[in-house]
């Protein structure tokens, strides 16, 4: 599948990245040096947009080396209306300050189906509230 980047100042060489050609994730790379502080939650832009075809989201995915010293990268979803440009937010859970140094690959960016889902109050049969057990032995 091909995801066209919409430019919003990154490099050739800072464009997600795959390091080899089966891997799940495309690299994502910090645009500048920070330090993150113990409980703090940073959102880092990533100089470009992605067009993500109906029916899928992207995410910017922890890298296990990065999650194993207590730097996550939150979840939110990458919408496939969505045209902006795209951060890495990364919540620090460990005890330490951390410096993330500019070039520095901090996620992974993953595209993935979804069900868009239709919500409605009456659909088939009604179950009942109950749980663990309720419908007999």
Same mark, same amino acid.
Do not use: W
């Given at each position: 599948m ?7 100042g ?36 990533? *100089?470009?947009? %992605?067009?993500? $075809?109906?029916?899928?989201a992207?995410? +910017? /995915?922890?890298?296990?080396s990065?999650?194993?010293? !207590? ?10 209306g ?9 919540s620090?859970v ?12 901090? *996620?992974?960016? %993953?595209?993935? $189906? ?5 919500? +409605? /109050? ?7 509230? !109950? ?7």
């Amino acid at each position: 599948m091909k995801i066209r980047l919409i430019d919003f100042g990154v490099t050739k060489e800072r464009c997600p990245f795959r390091p080899h050609e089966n891997d799940a994730g495309a690299d994502v790379f910090m645009p500048f040096d920070c330090r993150i502080k113990p409980g703090e939650i940073i959102k880092i832009p990533l *100089g470009y947009g %992605i067009e993500i $075809p109906d029916g899928f989201a992207g995410y +910017v /995915f922890p890298r296990s080396s990065m999650a194993l010293k !207590g730097l996550i990268c939150e979840l939110p979803p990458i919408d496939s209306g969505y045209r902006g440009e795209i951060h890495a937010i990364i919540s620090n859970v460990s005890n330490s300050e951390h410096l993330m140094k500019k070039d520095t690959r901090i *996620g992974q960016l %993953i595209i993935t $189906p979804v069900v868009i889902a239709d919500f +409605v /109050f009456e659909h088939g049969k009604q179950r009942k509230n !109950g749980a663990f057990g309720s419908t007999g032995r």
